[in-house]
């Protein structure tokens, strides 16, 4: 009875200890992810559209939209949205070209 008791002294001690993330440690997280998207990015003056999208832990990826311009001259400035994909474990970002997503104009 007293193995029981400890234990389940030891476990009540465990989990009081794990305590979620504060939202500094957020922000600084939030930070990171951005640069890291950013700087992966082939945009000009790429910029978050909204909020990052957190990934379960068993995922392991934050998800990020961005838009800015084509750097390519012959895009001639055009707007182009990307969607980065930053992976939690090796803190490395992954982008690719999602334009499709933003509405098109109907034709009258």
């Known amino acids: 009875m007293k193995a029981v008791t ?17 939202p500094d440690a957020w ?3 939030d930070k990171t992810v951005l640069a890291s998207c950013t700087k992966a990015s082939g945009l000009k003056n790429a ?9 379960d832990d068993r995922v392991g990826y934050t998800a990020v939209l961005l838009q800015g311009q084509y750097p390519q001259k012959h895009m001639k400035g055009a707007q182009g949205t990307e969607l980065c994909l930053y992976n939690k474990q090796s803190k ?3 982008v690719t070209e999602w334009d499709s997503i933003r509405p098109t104009a109907k034709a009258q």
């Open 6 to 22: 400890l234990t389940l002294l030891c476990l009540t001690a465990l989990a009081t200890q794990a305590h979620a993330s504060s």
């Open 27 to 29: 922000a600084a997280y």
């Open 47 to 55: 910029k978050p559209v909204g909020n990052a999208a957190q990934f």
């Open 92 to 94: 490395t970002a992954y």
